[in-house]
């Protein structure tokens, strides 16, 4: 696709339910990045993939959050027994590559907005 | 930790105005340094990318300039428009090109 796409836009659960959040990043990105953005604040890092590899898991805030991206492509952010804290935009993002060091650009989807009642 | 700080949090502006959004961080040993835009309810649009060898960078309008030394960023945007109208963010990258993101200016440009 042209961006990178989220599913599903919106989400509301009750308190102790499981989600699963997904990103499909744009087709040929290596890179792929979770963030958590809670109301009036900016995102905040939770995970990052290269490929199907998980190489930074240090932001996810316990262990009821997981993250997957069995082959390399689209990646699911789940929550297990959700928590009213938890209510935050979920953003993904993706990048080209890691080359040598170099940056590359992270393109962001338009987020799920979940919310734990 | 690194720490990143935008000021003001808050701007509101007649239409064509000039104005400068400030970004300072705490750790220089960064990679690079984006700012975003978010309009209410979506995702983020990147506007401009500045890597740690660079000064500065611009597109249209936007102009950003990158101090690694002082720990500041600065985004000028000339002859501001309602379109603007939006929350800009500054993020700063080091490590696994993970960021880390300041908590916003919010710009108003009135008509």
């Known amino acids: 696709g042209a961006g990178v796409s989220q599913s599903p836009r919106y989400k509301v659960a009750k308190r102790g339910q499981d989600v699963a959040l997904r990103c499909d990043p744009i087709?040929?990105?290596?890179?792929l990045f979770w963030y958590q953005q809670a109301l009036g604040q900016g995102p905040e890092f939770l995970t990052y993939?290269?490929?199907?590899?998980?190489?930074?898991k240090s932001g996810l805030p316990s262990d009821r959050f997981f993250a997957e991206r069995p082959e390399g492509s689209v990646s699911t952010l789940k929550i297990q027994r959700t928590q009213q804290e938890d209510s935050a935009v979920y953003l993904c993002?993706?990048?080209?590559?890691?080359?040598?060091?170099?940056?590359?650009?992270?393109?962001f989807g338009p987020g799920t907005r979940l919310t734990v009642l | 930790k690194q720490e990143v700080t935008q000021i003001p949090a808050a701007l509101s502006v007649p239409e064509g105005e000039n104005l400068v959004l400030n970004c300072s961080f705490t750790?220089?040993?960064?990679?690079?340094l984006q700012w975003f835009r978010q309009d209410p309810g979506k995702g983020l649009t990147s506007l401009l990318l500045?890597?740690?060898?660079?000064r500065e960078q611009t597109s249209g309008r936007l102009n950003a300039s990158l101090d690694k030394s002082s720990g500041r960023s600065t985004l000028y945007i000339a002859a501001s428009q309602p379109g603007d109208s939006a929350t800009y963010l500054c993020?700063?990258?080091?490590?696994?090109?993970?960021?880390?993101f300041g908590t916003g200016t919010r710009l108003l440009v009135s008509p």
């Open positions: 993002a993706s990048s080209l590559a890691l080359r040598f060091g170099v940056y590359n650009e992270q393109f």
């Open positions: 087709s040929g990105h290596v890179s």
């Open positions: 993939f290269q490929n199907e590899a998980q190489l930074d």
């Open positions: 750790d220089s040993a960064i990679y690079n």
């Open positions: 993020a700063v990258g080091r490590g696994f090109q993970k960021l880390v």
């Open positions: 500045i890597q740690s060898s660079q």
